[in-house]
């Protein structure tokens, strides 16, 4: 049974940094791509950033610049690291994986963004 958890949430002022990071566990027979979504309250669910097996990476406009997104496939993580935050960055944090051709996802860790 595949399985990510996530870790790293926590409250930060404006300005500060994060990083959020998501262990996968069981057996991998088909990696595929990886990312982050996050949903803020009242809002819809919404992509962060992603990375495909080859390295290409994707990210919201919104996070372009600040967040980078990083891959070991051999250790099976993903990371984010989350710099210059705002409080429109306050939301639960989702690492999702396409991983042996199912959609699998985090429970989620909550980011928030407060002085």
């Known amino acids: 049974q595949v399985q990510l958890v996530e870790s790293g949430g926590g409250l930060v002022q404006p300005g500060g940094s994060l990083r959020l990071s998501c262990v996968v566990s069981g057996t991998i027979i088909r990696p595929g791509r990886m990312g982050w979504y996050r949903q803020a309250p009242g809002k819809e669910r919404e992509l962060v950033a992603t990375?495909?097996?080859?390295?290409?990476?994707n990210y919201v406009d919104s996070v372009k610049d600040r967040f980078t997104i990083s891959r070991d496939i051999n250790k099976n993580t993903v990371n984010l690291q989350m710099n210059s935050l705002k409080p429109d960055d306050t939301a639960v944090y989702y690492c999702?994986?396409?991983?042996?051709?199912?959609?699998?996802w985090g429970q989620g860790t909550q980011v928030t963004v407060s002085s």
């Open positions: 990375t495909a097996l080859g390295g290409s990476t």
């Open positions: 999702n994986a396409n991983l042996n051709g199912a959609i699998y």
